[in-house]
């Protein structure tokens, strides 16, 4: 499966609206301004899929995974901005809760939800079906693994035609930046090209 | 008078920020939840004022979680807080009998607009 241009367009649009409402988020969160710099969506093998590009981040990042059926959301960020991203979430807990050992991740789990969320509303409004995000899975490492680890949550390795969107977010300010990433198997993501081009 | 609420959330420092906001307004968090069985069973010992329910849950989601708690007590009065402002979802959970939606990310103002009218039972 190909998208049309009109699909195409579509969904860049959609994604680029989605991820705008992201931007605003996670600038409430986070009392800076974020925004999207880069976006691109597209499609091919799993196999290309999986050639994500590393990026220029060496070292370790944290990896939050959504699933929602037929596809999977990753947010990737490099572990200072993870931080400071889940610090400013967390400024308005009390000095009692802020010393329970290690709520860094569980606040990103539940950033990047909120963050998500758009994203999966938006494409669940546009195939007509209520899409529920799994709880969130956050995990350490490199960022080429945990990319790629993201496919084996879908199980396309085989699929011949995923669907690929990929962005970047980052606020100056904060200073704080994260990766975006979305892959729809190829069933999904017929229904998903069907309804923008309907 | 305050509220007694049940907060259901899977994400702990979400129940954390909430149960804070909600007693500094002067509201009791009386249980906490991350589940549809431990929900059932926290409704079922608490008989909290309101529930404020999550829609992305470790088990299941939190429409379920919805009908569930309406069908065990068709009084419960639940507030969706969520950051799944997706149109039909939206639409399908006011029809199954939530008393509204609190988008997140959200302000104590936001909170305390939303729990605006609700009375102690």
Known sequence: MTLSPKARESLLGLVRRSLAESAARLSAISKTSWD????????????????LPAGKDGGSHYGVYFIIPGGVFLVLYPQESGAAVAHAFMSGLGSEAKALPDLEPSALGEVSNILINTVSSAIGDACGMLVFLSAPEVRKGDRTELSHSAFDRLVVREDPSVVVGRAEMASP?????????????????????????? | ??????????????????????????????????????????????????????LSLAEGDGLTVLR????????????IVSGNTQRQVMEQVMKEGALGVLAKPFTAEDLAKSLEGIEPR
């Open chain 2, 68 to 79: 569930m708690l309406r069908k065990l007590d068709s009084g419960a009065r639940v507030l």
């Open chain 1, 36 to 51: 999207v710099p880069s976006l691109e969506v597209s499609t091919g093998s799993a196999e290309e899929g999986l050639s």
């Open chain 1, 173 to 198: 300010d904060l200073p704080g930046r994260c990766s975006v990433f979305f892959a729809l198997n190829s069933a999904m993501a017929g229904q998903l090209a069907g309804a923008l081009e309907g």
């Open chain 2, 1 to 54: 008078m305050g509220l007694r609420v049940l907060i259901v959330d899977d994400n702990q420092v979400a129940r954390l920020l909430l149960s804070s906001m909600l007693s500094m307004a002067g509201h009791e968090p009386v249980a906490e939840a991350e589940n549809l069985k431990s929900t059932l069973a926290a409704y079922q010992k608490h008989f909290p004022d309101l529930v404020t329910l999550d």
